[in-house]
Every structure is written in C-alpha cells, then in structure tokens.
C-alpha cells in the first residue's frame, strides 16, 4: 500500500511539474526560453535585439520569428534523441523491465 500511496505521488508530482512553466532570461530579456517543470523546452521568444544590439530597428520581424523556429527545431530534435538515449539506457540496467515513474 505505501508502494501505491508513492507511485501515485510520483504521478501527482509528474502531473503538477509538466502544467508548470518556468523561463530564463538572457541579454537583459532579448531572448526568453520557457521550459515545464520538468526541463522540457516548450519555446523561445526573441526581440530584434537579440540578433542586433546596435540596430535592433532594422531586423525584420519575419527573420526573428524564422529564427526562433530554427532554434526550436534544433532543441526539440536533441531533446528527443535525448530521451531516445536515456530510455536505451535505462532499458539496459533494468533490463527491459518498464518501473513506472522512470520516464
């Protein structure tokens, strides 16, 4: 019963921290990542400062956004390859056996 009463505040947990956003700053609030509680990327946002400090008037909105899809894509793939890797390895010292709560 105390196994349950953990695996289902395991679950609880998992549940609360993947509904909750966190997000980090860089260049003084030019480019914001959020992530959800548990460390998945869930997005960036970049003003024209980002990609030029000096002439932040002169970048297209449309090269900003372009770019934050581009990094996005770039992050989503790792990511994935990440949790790919992870679960290969966690398959071997387990032995193929799924613990719920692990992933």
Do not use: R
């Amino acid at each position: 019963k105390q196994a349950q009463n953990l695996q289902k505040k395991l679950k609880d947990t998992q549940d609360e921290l993947s509904k909750t956003e966190v997000t980090g700053e860089a260049a003084g609030g030019a480019v914001v990542v959020t992530c959800d509680g548990q460390g998945k990327f869930k997005s960036i946002k970049m003003t024209p400062a980002a990609l030029d400090p000096d002439h932040p008037e002169n970048v297209d909105p449309e090269v900003v956004e372009m770019v934050e899809d581009i990094v996005t894509t770039a992050i989503l793939q790792a990511s994935i390859k990440a949790t790919k890797l992870m679960e290969e390895k966690m398959k071997s010292v387990t032995g193929g056996i799924n613990i719920p709560g692990l992933f």
